[in-house]
């Protein structure tokens, strides 16, 4: 580990309320940099490569800032077979987004890249989603009530979008809502973080 001041510093290259409520859960102190990269997924990505180049992206660009800090880069994209469902951004495609899935499982993606330097530990965790039938009432209800707009899959897991599930499959139920905390928590330890 450098041998830096900073060296025990973290940084979380979001600015994501979801992912930021979720660190604090660790008790760790960390500041935010939000990266700024080009988000736009190329036609030949896979859910995985995509989702993956994204974090290790968002870490890089805010590691350059922060040379000694240990930078946690993340994103997550749910994904229809190969079809990538992003954050819809409107009622509209928020709408369109929930017909699509409808009685479909979905799988939600969420990648790590935790890095310090030149050192980058990445991690990939699934969660296999399955929706209930949703008709065209429950749906826009959900969307006005619930407001997912700037969540992947036009879910929000942790609040009324549990209500239009039949099922979650993880290894870490905080996958879901943006940061698999139990990855994230060993990659912490592995860089000299004391956390419970």
Do not use: N, W
């Not at 080009?38 to 989702?51: F, G, K, L, Q, W």
């Not at 994209?77 to 409107?90: N, R, S």
């Not at 969420?110 to 990939?124: F, H, M, N, Y």
């Amino acid at each position: 580990m450098p041998d830096s001041s900073d060296s025990r510093s973290l940084i979380l290259a979001s600015a994501s309320p979801y992912r930021r409520a979720l660190l604090e859960r660790l008790g760790v102190p960390f500041e935010v940099d939000a990266a700024d990269i080009d988000e736009r997924i190329a036609d030949d990505e896979t859910p995985e490569d995509a989702v993956m180049r994204l974090a290790r992206e968002k870490a890089r660009a805010v590691a350059e800032r922060h040379p000694h800090a240990v930078v946690i880069g993340s994103d997550q994209v749910a994904a229809l077979g190969m079809d990538i469902l992003g954050k819809p951004g409107t009622e509209e495609r928020a709408c369109e987004q929930l017909v699509r899935v409808s009685g479909q499982s979905v799988r939600f993606l969420t990648a790590v890249s935790v890095r310090q330097g030149d050192i980058e530990e990445p991690l990939l965790e699934t969660v296999q989603v399955r929706f209930r039938a949703l008709d065209t009432e429950t749906i826009e209800r959900y969307v006005r009530t619930d407001r997912p707009l700037d969540c992947a899959g036009a879910i929000r897991s942790e609040g009324l979008g549990a209500a239009l599930l039949e099922s979650v499959e993880s290894r870490d139920p905080s996958a879901l809502i943006g940061l698999p905390l139990i990855g994230v928590a060993q990659l912490l330890r592995r860089r000299g973080f004391r956390l419970p």
